[in-house]
T-cell receptor, first 115, second 116 residues
Framework: DQQVKQNSPSLSVQEGRISILNCDYT??????FLWYKKYPAEGPTFLISISSIKDKNEDGRFTVFLNKSAKHLSLHIVPSQPGDSAVYFC??????????????FGQGTTLQVKP | KAGVTQTPRYLIKTRGQQVTLSCSPI?????VSWYQQTPGQGLQFLFEYFSETQRNKGNFPGRFSGRQFSNSRSEMNVSTLELGDSALYLC???????????????FGEGSRLTVL
């Protein structure tokens, strides 16, 4: 039972354009949603998060939008750069496991930004 | 500031053997979580330790176990290895469990286990 889903395994965009990565969840009992980025041969690194009580959070070129009624969140990268090419994981922190290290991850989306 | 260190980085075992993986968290971090990453499955939570106590456990069989030492270093052990245990095992640390509830974890580079 996949509670967090990233339905697009891959995405390719042109440098300078917007990248939109999507994530759907099936459980309303999440406190935080997060995005992690992973380069080959490295561990995931935290990118940006959003509290379940917010709709939007912005950090430089990265913006995360949360649509609670649709149980959907998205990560926007504007403008996209070749260095953004990586695997992006959506993750959620369950309320029943709050204040623990347990996160529910999606399967990941591989972003390729072409120069 | 040194990051999360995992050893060994790569290892090959055969079915039925057991393996121990080690994780040294960022200095000052007291919470350590372990995840398994397999192709197409994303990252799946194994367990979390804080102050030498297991605080949470994922849905894995009892062959998977772990512990944490007084210096916050952690080990995980997998006994009676199966082919399906081949994966990247990631360790993550945070100052407090779950990054004070925000979910912000600091991951190591992982230990890639291949079971033949």
């Amino acid at each position: 039972d996949q509670q967090v889903k990233q339905n697009s395994p891959s995405l390719s965009v042109q440098e300078g354009r917007i990248s939109i990565l999507n994530c759907d969840y099936t459980n309303s009992m999440f406190d935080y949603f997060l995005w992690y980025k992973k380069y080959p041969a490295e561990g995931p690194t935290f990118l940006i998060s959003i509290s379940s009580i917010k709709d939007k959070n912005e950090d430089g070129r990265f913006t995360v939008f949360l649509n609670k009624s649709a149980k959907h969140l998205s990560l926007h990268i504007v403008p996209s750069q070749p260095g953004d090419s990586a695997v992006y994981f959506c993750a959620a922190s369950p309320r029943t496991s709050s204040n623990t290290g347990k996160l529910i991850f999606g399967q990941g989306t591989t972003l390729q930004v072409k120069p | 500031k040194a990051g999360v260190t995992q050893t060994p980085r790569y290892l090959i075992k055969t079915r039925g053997q057991q393996v121990t993986l080690s994780c040294s968290p960022i200095s000052g971090h007291r919470s350590v979580s372990w995840y398994q990453q397999t192709p197409g499955q994303g990252l799946q939570f194994l367990f979390e330790y804080f102050s030498e106590t297991q605080r949470n456990k994922g849905n894995f069989p009892g062959r998977f176990s772990g512990r944490q030492f007084s210096n916050s270093r952690s080990e995980m052990n997998v006994s009676t290895l199966e082919l399906g245990d081949s994966a990247l095992y990631l360790c993550a640390s945070s100052l407090a469990p779950g990054g004070y509830g925000t979910g912000e974890l600091f991951f190591g580079e992982g230990s890639r286990l291949t079971v033949l």
